[in-house]
């Protein structure tokens, strides 16, 4: 069974700092993606990164960049550089190999909260 | 970016009634499509796999005779709400990914906007 676990329920972050949002996985497929989405309070979601697990580097897309650590099995997002419209929730997803059709499974989630 | 389209937005109807959901890709075929629901700052549980031409997949515990799912085309699938109640209340999200991106585990899903559904 694949598994996402998010443990930070909620964060602060000082405007301009930056900040990690924890994600660890479960998982025995051996080859697997790694998702992090943003959902503001509108309900949107909006992708910001992918890592994959064959993948050497870690990724990053703009002011996001994912810590990828594959013995510990964790992909955490570091946001750099705070702003304001980065308060909202935060998700962690799998999709693993045999998945059917390529389902996503979703973490707990983080709500951040970027003070001014 | 592929989009994906839900409609309605937002939806209040009364119990006993019964509510549909739109999901739609706009700009690809979608063979698959998913069913979320979501509680106020909860996870998105997957409520089941909706598949073109054949019989949705439901997750263990999600109820088929109470959501029922169509996937009548290669650009639309439906969520039925059958005989709702104040508990179905929720906020139902749908998603998809593009074929022609490949198969692969790296591919991005794309999300439908999501619908609170508000059951009184």
Redesign the interface.
Known sequence: AQKITQTQPGMFVQEKEAVTLDCTYDTSDQSYGLFWYKQPSSGEMIFLIYQGSYDEQNATEGRYSLNFQKARKSANLVISASQLGDSAMYFCAMRGYYNQGGKLIFGQGTELSVKP | GAVVSQHPSRVICKSGTSVKIECRSLDFQA??M?WYRQFP??????MA?S?EGSKA?YEQGVEKDKFLINHASLTLSTLTVTSAHPEDSS?Y?C?A?NPGTG?????????G??T?LTVV
């Open positions: 063979t698959t998913f700052k909860k996870s998105l549980m997957l796999t598949n997949t906020f999200i998603s990914r198969e692969g585990v790296n591919t991005e899903a794309f999300f906007q999501g609170r």
